[in-house]
């Protein structure tokens, strides 16, 4: 089915550990983003690419890498984990700015 | 600074009845809006959106959601709720700008319970 794909959907790493954060769209999307999720907080932003070899930076970077080799991937990278991340991740892709985003099912990540 | 306020933290309302969930933004210009809604343990799906028209918009499972300039609210709204809505409600803006990015700005969220 077209969507967005994230992996893994659990993960528990250790302080100090460094992971990677899969996720992969097949609608062509040109737009892909990466949130957080917590508690009382809503999402918030972390990163976000508008194509290609395009990313920048959202609400809340410190601590994470992303990369855009591809239209398809947009993997999010944790540097060094910290107990602060301890988040909801999600993955979002859209065609552009009147058209939504279409989220992915999120990666559970727990950090001690 | 560019702002969703979600007011309400949590909206109770008995089945049948009709139900509101208030959404307010700060962002300049018009921007475009959204609502979406999270089940538990799943990711936002897309409920509605305004970018320009008719300022009653519908969008899915009978959801329909007021856009009103003048007070830079969005409020979600049915007009008989069902238990199987009761979830997660995120309100959601982006700045129509043509050299803003495509952030997408969320409020806080707001769960709505709908009792038998």
């Known amino acids: 089915n077209a969507g967005v794909t994230q992996t893994p959907k659990f993960q528990v790493l250790k302080t100090g550990q460094s992971m990677t954060l899969q996720c992969a769209q097949d609608?062509?999307?040109?737009?892909m983003s990466w949130y957080r999720q917590d508690p009382g907080m809503g999402l918030r932003l972390i990163h976000y690419?508008?194509?290609?070899?395009?990313?920048d930076q959202g609400e809340v970077p410190n601590g994470y890498n992303v990369s855009r080799s591809t239209t398809e991937d947009f993997p999010l990278r944790l540097l060094s984990a910290a107990p602060s991340q301890t988040s909801v991740y999600f993955c979002?892709?859209?065609?552009?700015?009147?058209?939504?985003?279409?989220f992915g099912s999120g990666t559970r990540l727990t950090v001690v | 600074a560019q702002s969703v306020a979600q007011p309400e933290d949590q909206v109770n309302v008995a089945e049948g009845n009709p139900l509101t969930v208030k959404c307010t933004y700060s962002?300049?210009?018009?921007?475009?809006l959204f609502w979406y809604v999270q089940y538990p343990n799943r990711g936002l799906q897309f409920l509605l959106k305004?970018?320009?028209?008719?300022?009653l918009v519908k969008g899915s499972y009978g959801f329909e959601a007021e856009f009103n300039k003048s007070q830079t609210s969005f409020h979600l709204k049915k007009p008989s709720a069902l238990v199987s809505d009761s979830a997660l409600y995120f309100c959601?803006?982006?700045?129509?700008?043509?050299?803003?990015?495509?952030?997408?700005?969320f409020g806080s969220g707001t769960r709505l319970l709908v009792r038998p």
């Open positions: 979002a892709s859209s065609y552009g700015k009147g058209h939504g985003y279409t």
């Open positions: 609608m062509n999307h040109e737009y």
């Open positions: 690419s508008v194509g290609a070899g395009i990313t």
């Open positions: 962002v300049s210009g018009n921007p475009y």
């Open positions: 305004y970018i320009t028209g008719d300022n």
């Open positions: 959601a803006v982006t700045p129509r700008r043509p050299d803003s990015s495509y952030k997408l700005i």
